[in-house]
């Protein structure tokens, strides 16, 4: 498999799937702004969205939509437990997750990049994201990660989000649920690992887009 990727974007999630069950793969990198490859390819070859993640099968077939991805990676692992049984009460709460993070949280924290949007409307944005983040913290409570005990690819996808929150200098110290679970997270070696392969540093984190 490739993971087309983008250094610290949405991409990140499907790439700490990858790691943590264990799946071979290649990584990618895409210039998002000149829609390249590193080989100059064009990228919207690939994938005419223009967007990251992408996934290249064996088969030739390219997959779009991270929460979709991950789902697939979990079940090409299922004994790394990364997702519910299909079709079971809990795979549902575990969609319930991946769309709560990619529509309330992913997507209110898009114009917040855009460096052209009035600083009135980032403020907008910014106050939605954390109201959303003020939920989390109270669903959060006397819990490992968002499904219990149990890591899911939901935990990789919310953990790239608290990511771009350091970038974007939120303040989350009221909300030590969310702060120690980020933490725990991020302990994790695979999740390490991601950072990594990515050259995600500090300084790193704080200027990718």
Excluded at 157 to 163: A, K
């Amino acid at each position: 498999m490739k993971l087309y990727y983008s250094p610290g974007a949405c991409s990140l999630s499907p790439h700490i799937a990858l790691l943590e069950a264990g799946l071979p793969y290649e990584l990618v990198k895409v210039d998002l702004r000149a829609k390249k490859l590193e080989n100059g390819d064009d990228y919207l070859k690939v994938n005419p969205k223009g967007q990251v993640p992408a996934l290249g099968l064996d088969s030739g077939e390219i997959v779009t939509e991270g929460p979709v991805i991950v789902q697939m990676i979990a079940d090409q692992a299922a004994g790394k437990n990364l997702a519910p049984a299909r079709d079971s009460s809990d795979r549902y709460k575990l969609l319930e997750w991946l769309n709560f993070i990619t529509s309330e949280l992913h997507k209110n924290f898009g114009p917040l990049f855009a460096p052209t949007l009035a600083d009135d409307a980032k403020a907008f944005f910014k106050d939605r994201v954390m109201g959303k983040f003020g939920y989390l913290d109270g669903a959060l409570h006397g819990r490992d990660y968002l499904m219990g005990k149990q890591f899911t690819v939901a935990d990789g996808y919310l953990f790239t989000i608290l990511t771009w929150a350091d970038r974007m200098k939120f303040d989350l110290s009221a909300m030590p649920n969310l702060l120690a679970y980020k933490a725990r997270v991020a302990a994790r070696p695979k999740v390490q690992e991601a950072l990594t392969r990515e050259a995600l540093t500090r300084e790193g984190l704080a200027q990718a887009k």
